[in-house]
Each structure stands twice: as structure tokens, then as C-alpha cells.
Nanobody, 125 residues
Framework: QVQLVESGGGLVQPGGSLRLSCAAS????????TGWYRQAPGKERELVAS????????????VYADSVKGRFTISRDNAKKTVYLQMNSLKPEDTAVYYC??????????????WGQGTLVTVSS
């Protein structure tokens, strides 16, 4: 019913930048909450950033993990049904699999939560 496709991961040097994209498709009326999580080997999955709103506006309340504040920016384009994570000043400790998460209201007026397949970000020299 609702599908997510993540892209933008890859290998980058410390201090570099990447932009992750999460494109949603299916029976989506409005975004409710969208976010990015990450999981490094041997560690629990953690929230990186999230944005919530009525779904009409591209703006909304954002929440960031302390470790990424000032470096990462979450945004979304409701018309394109896409959420982004701009990652600047990347550090080796940012290396992880990044997962997109969305909570949407479908055209059938149902709340649906969906996880992306994950995209690997590797920060290394």
C-alpha cells in the first residue's frame, strides 16, 4: 500500500556531505511524521532526526539527536512525497545504516507506519 525507496548513501570522507532521500509512493494523503534513524553494528537503532506537521506544509517541528545537531537537517517536500536528510561535516562515528521512517494518513483514512530498506553511509578516509 505504501512503499519507501531510500537513496543517497555511500562512502564519503570525514568532513564531507551527503543527502539522503526517501521517496514514498502509494495511497498517501498526508505525511504525519517522518524521520531518520540509524543503526551501527553492535548498537541499537537510534533516532537521528524527525519532522512532524499536519502534512500540508513542508515545515514542521523538528527533533534532532544531540550528536547531529548543527550538522544534519531534515526536510520534506510534500508534493514530491519525499523526505530528505542533509548531512554535513560528517564524522566516522556517523557511519551506520540509515533508515527512513514515515507515518502517513492514507486516502482510506488509515494510519500507516513504514520503514525504508536502509541505506549505508560510510564515513572514512
Amino acid at each position: 500500500q505504501v512503499q519507501l525507496v531510500e537513496s543517497g548513501g555511500g562512502l564519503v570522507q570525514p568532513g564531507g556531505s551527503l543527502r539522503l532521500s526517501c521517496a514514498a509512493s502509494g495511497s498517501i494523503w498526508r505525511f504525519s511524521v517522518t524521520g531518520w534513524y540509524r543503526q551501527a553494528p553492535g548498537k541499537e537503532r537510534e533516532l537521528v532526526a524527525s519532522i512532524s506537521s499536519s502534512g500540508i506544509s513542508n515545515t514542521g517541528r523538528t527533533v534532532y539527536a544531540d550528536s547531529v545537531k548543527g550538522r544534519f537537517t531534515i526536510s520534506r517536500d510534500n508534493a514530491k512525497k519525499t523526505v530528505y536528510l542533509q548531512m554535513n561535516s560528517l564524522k566516522p562515528e556517523d557511519t551506520a545504516v540509515y533508515y527512513c521512517y514515515i507515518k502517513v494518513i492514507t486516502f482510506e483514512t488509515k494510519d500507516v507506519e513504514v520503514w525504508g530498506q536502509g541505506t549505508l553511509v560510510t564515513v572514512s578516509s
